[in-house]
């Protein structure tokens, strides 16, 4: 199995939570420093979301299926 880590943007926040089923294609949060939505480009399950302080963005790391 392998892992997918996205960067969102910290301010505007992710719109899942760990342990939750993302399909391809869904919502995950806003990319940093735009107004896009980033989508998974994967589905699997949301395993960690972490920030890092360095780039004030929120990593969230998917496990794909």
Known sequence: MSY???Q???T???MVRTGV???EGDPIGMK???REILRSSVSGVVEF???DSDMHT???TIKEN
């Open 4 to 6: 997918v880590n996205v």
């Open 8 to 10: 969102v943007d910290a």
């Open 12 to 14: 505007a926040g992710v």
């Open 21 to 23: 089923d993302l399909k």
């Open 32 to 34: 940093p420093n735009s």
């Open 49 to 51: 979301i972490t920030f």
């Open 58 to 60: 929120l990593i969230v």
